[in-house]
């Protein structure tokens, strides 16, 4: 059966002037740029959110995937400076920088050798003194460790650097590290596109066209990709949607790519990250609010109608939040993560690593189905 807005929703949402925006959602018709900042501005978060959960039930029912993985930071050493960074150390020997070595790295996946997963989730620093064989070798070392591993790695940041300091194209690094064992990429890096925050937020890394132009690089080689949002720091509610709308549009533009020619690929899932405001240069701001966090997934579902995932990443919303967001748009909660840096280091409170059996229990808890998915949502198991 086709999902429905109740009739207590219809209610809330006239009351919330959202009924031309319902009536667009309803009859499956793309929100404008307006209409999305009017959604930030509702001061009725229940009626954005019975919106979103609309979408959500139509694209994916009662379903929520979640994965088994494992995540790698190779090094925390990096060359930029964005100010919202608790992880990274401007160079080897500072104090807590870190550079692993091979053994280091692919022990890690040794060391689950009996435990199932089937994700390995790499993101590094732009380290300034590694030859392009360390990345090579370490997704070639974690293959032969573990060939059935999915390595989801590398975001396009970390590509568009590769490319400058090696003397390589974003095709050519991209293959390189495909050759090597590469099998998709995650979205972070992205932040917020919009000129104005981005000069603010992360002035030194590449720029949103370079962000923009990886993944569709990517997308052309048939890579699948994921994508981000960083919110809650410096940016305006505008600057949130307009981000959405330059995903929307350069998935519209894979999509028909993808629709003549189906060896090319596109983004999966959207990712909205909240701001952790702890051990940075915006410590002087305030956290964003669980209302905030819930309202931005609730958005990007609306804005984002040709992207099938919405994931609301537990580690950085923390476990209550994740499971609210499952009925305010979100479909997928991420996965096992185990030793997790990049949040934990900018003041995340939630648990290094979620057993299987608590993401289950914590999506079942939701009133939802888990299903456990691998990278490329193909379904490995229902819980
Ligand atoms: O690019 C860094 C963000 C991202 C902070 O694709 C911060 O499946 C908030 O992209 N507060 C990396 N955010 C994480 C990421 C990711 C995570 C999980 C799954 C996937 C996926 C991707 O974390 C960075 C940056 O946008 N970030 N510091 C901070 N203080």
Redesign the pocket.
């Known amino acids: 059966m086709t999902p429905q807005l109740s009739s207590v929703a219809r209610t809330s949402i006239q009351r919330a002037g959202l009924s031309l925006i319902a009536d667009k959602v309803v009859a499956g018709e793309r929100l404008s740029m307006d209409e999305g900042v009017q959604l930030f501005h509702t001061p009725n978060l229940a009626a954005v959110g019975a919106l979103a959960n609309l979408v959500r039930e139509r694209k994916h029912g009662d379903i929520s995937w979640f994965n088994r993985n494992l995540?790698i930071n190779a090094t925390n050493v990096c060359e930029a400076s964005?100010v919202?960074?608790?992880?990274a150390r401007l160079e080897e020997g500072a104090p807590s920088a870190y550079t692993m070595s091979m053994e280091q790295a692919v022990g890690r996946i040794e060391a689950l050798r009996d435990a199932f997963i089937t994700e390995v989730?790499i993101?590094n620093g732009l380290h300034p003194g590694l030859p392009f064989s360390y990345y090579t070798d370490l997704l070639r070392a974690i293959k032969a460790a573990r060939p059935d591993l999915h390595i989801?790695g590398f975001?396009a940041?970390e590509i568009h650097y590769y490319a400058h300091k090696y003397g390589m194209d974003y095709e050519g690094v991209i293959q390189a590290l495909r050759q090597a064992g590469l099998d998709s990429?995650?979205?972070?890096?992205?932040?917020i596109f919009h000129e104005r925050a981005r000069k603010k937020l992360c002035p030194d890394k590449v720029d949103t066209q370079g962000w923009l132009e990886v993944h569709r690089t990517a997308h052309r080689l048939g890579m699948r990709?994921?994508?981000?949002?960083?919110f809650?720091?410096i940016e305006r509610l505008e600057e949130r949607v307009d981000h959405m709308v330059r995903l929307r549009e350069l998935q519209d533009e894979s999509l028909a790519l993808q629709a003549q020619d189906p060896s090319r690929a596109a983004f999966q899932?959207f990712?909205p990250?909240?701001?952790?405001?702890?051990?940075?240069r915006?410590a002087r701001l305030s956290a964003p609010t669980g209302h905030d966090a819930l309202r931005t997934i609730a958005v990007s579902r609306l804005m984002l109608d040709n992207i099938p995932h919405i994931?609301s990443?537990w580690?950085?919303l923390g476990q209550e939040i994740a499971q609210l967001s499952l009925s305010f748009g979100a479909s997928d909660i991420?996965g096992t993560?185990r030793e997790?840096r990049?949040?934990h280091?900018?003041?995340a409170k939630t648990p290094q690593e979620l057993t299987r059996s608590q993401l289950v229990t914590l999506i079942r808890a939701a009133g939802r189905i888990p299903v456990e998915r691998d990278?490329l949502y193909n379904v490995v198991a229902e819980a």
């Open positions: 995540h964005c919202f960074c608790s992880f989730h993101v989801k975001t940041v990429m995650p979205g972070g890096g992205a932040e990709t994921n994508c981000t949002m960083l809650g720091s899932t990712i990250l909240k701001f952790h405001n702890e051990n940075n915006l994931k990443y580690v950085m991420d993560v997790e990049i949040y280091m900018a003041g990278t």
